[in-house]
């Protein structure tokens, strides 16, 4: 597997842009564990990369430039698209498994 040591990864989500409907849904919950799977993802897939993923909650729309994603190599490499769009890739494959998903129900059972 390739080390990706020196690599940084910044990728960002508006909380709000997650749900559709949230009946039911503990919202801050989920949002806390959707950026912990994407995280977690993204560490996986690029081993030794530092990973920054950053959201708001209660907020929905266009991301601004800190939210969207970012790929910087180590060295004076410009960002690399190719590995941006593979960012973005794993956080829709997260995003469609809904395994981030808290309901009140749960959160009640804990």
Not at 4 to 12: A, D, H, P, R
Not at 40 to 55: F, K, L, R, T
């Amino acid at each position: 597997m390739t080390e990706y040591t020196g690599w940084i990864i910044k990728t960002g989500f508006h909380g709000e842009d997650l749900f559709a409907d949230t009946d039911g849904v503990d919202v801050d919950e989920s949002i806390t564990k959707y950026a912990e799977m994407l995280t977690a993802a993204i560490e996986a897939q690029y081993p030794g990369a530092e990973v920054e993923v950053d959201y708001d909650k209660g907020v929905t729309g266009v991301r601004p430039h800190n939210l969207k994603t970012r790929v910087f190599p180590p060295g004076d490499v410009p960002n690399d698209e190719d590995e941006e769009s593979m960012i973005d890739d794993i956080a829709g494959r997260i995003f469609e498994e809904f395994e981030w998903l808290v309901y009140d129900a749960e959160k009640e059972a804990e």
